[in-house]
């Protein structure tokens, strides 16, 4: 699977965000950096005094020093267990809690606000809510996230945005729009296709647009019609082998698929099944786990990665609740002013 580009928070951005989300910023620079880039020149930054949680499961490590050198982490310890390099900048993070930069791996930015479905035909405030969406995340402390049904125009537009000043927000892997069969699922608004080569040459025009994941939908039934047609799986293995020719995963929507929707995908060798965990059957019992399906050893055995949705639905049933929720003064008290900028807009939108 192709590794996604290194874009992050620079030190020398830390200044225009709240000193706690600089630092989850910072922390999640664990990848390689790229010789002559903007955090190859990056200075000497030392974060000091907050208490580090690091992932592993282990203890929280109180008052801990950080030192950071090209934009990477290289040292870290309990206070005053190294010397302080000369010239570096000091970032003071007392009362602050640093974990990991954390990745939302589902989303989809422009259904925050007004955009809706005008994903094919963007809208002119449309790029905004994207905007707006990606800067809500990184001040959420969520530094990665994957766009699994955009403009392409738009995720060109913000990559390059981001590229240029990290700190405007989440660093972004989109997809584009989703691939489905005719009349199936999410049409008229992903792209449909009829036919094997058909979506080879799809596959073929988001890479070239840019998209770091393919999407496709197989499921075969959604709450308001009883049946749609499923992704016939000639179609679903030539778009998986055109993808993952040209390095790009393929992630499948599966909610509320049918289990021969879900053997589907998996046969067809995606990489990752998207709204999981659980079956949708509005006359029983949900199978949370598609264990009666007998797939999940062979799930396993792939190593195809399950991306559940769980909040989607209580978002959706507690939205008109969410002004109301704005004006509680302790929620207050715990958000940043940008933060309570943000959400003030979204509300408007909402």
């Known amino acids: 699977m192709r590794q996604p580009r290194n874009r992050g928070i620079t030190p020398a951005g830390i200044d225009r965000l709240p000193p706690a989300i600089a630092v989850l910023g910072l922390i999640a620079l664990l990848v390689p950096i790229p010789p002559g880039s903007a955090f190859a020149d990056a200075p000497v930054v ?11 499961g282990r203890p929280p490590i109180p008052h801990v020093w950080i030192l950071l050198e090209g934009g990477r982490i290289k040292r870290i310890g309990k206070a005053g267990s190294f010397p302080r390099p000369p010239g570096s900048e000091v970032v003071h993070a007392q009362g602050e809690t640093i974990l990991p930069g954390l990745i939302d791996a589902h989303v989809h930015l422009g259904t925050s606000g007004v955009v809706s479905f005008t994903f094919s035909r963007p809208q002119s405030p449309a790029e905004e809510v994207f905007r707006r969406s990606l800067r809500a995340e990184l001040l959420g402390g969520v530094t990665q996230v994957r766009d699994l049904h955009m403009p392409m125009e738009i995720g060109r537009k913000l990559t390059k945005q981001l590229n240029k000043e990290p700190t405007l927000g989440a660093r972004l892997i989109y997809a584009g729009l989703m691939l489905t069969a005719p009349g199936g699922y999410g049409a008229p608004y992903a792209i449909e296709v009829a036919s094997a080569e058909e979506g080879r ?36 293995r030539a778009i998986v082998d055109a993808a993952h020719e ?3 995963p393929v992630a499948a929507h599966v909610a509320a698929a049918t289990e021969a929707d879900l053997r589907n995908a998996i046969t ?16 029983g019992v949900p199978d949370t786990l598609y264990s009666t399906s ?9 190593h195809i990665t399950i991306v559940p949705t769980l909040s ?11 002004p109301e929720l704005s004006g509680d003064p302790s929620l ?5 002013s940008k933060q309570r900028e943000v959400l003030a807009l979204d509300l408007e939108d909402f």
């Open 332 to 336: 207050r008290v715990r958000l940043t």
């Open 246 to 248: 040209r390095g790009l």
């Open 312 to 322: 989607v639905e209580v978002g959706e049933t507690y939205g008109p609740t969410i």
């Open 46 to 56: 030392l974060i000091k005094g907050g208490a580090l949680i690091d992932g592993t």
């Open 268 to 283: 067809g060798g995606v990489d990752s099944l998207e709204h999981m965990p659980g079956s949708w059957d509005p006359l």
């Open 294 to 302: 007998g797939l999940v050893p062979e799930i396993l055995a792939r």
């Open 201 to 236: 040459q799809r596959v073929e025009e988001l890479a070239l647009d840019g998209a770091e994941v393919i999407k496709i939908a197989v499921t075969s039934r959604t709450l308001k019609k009883a049946a749609i047609p499923s992704m016939a799986p000639e179609v679903v």
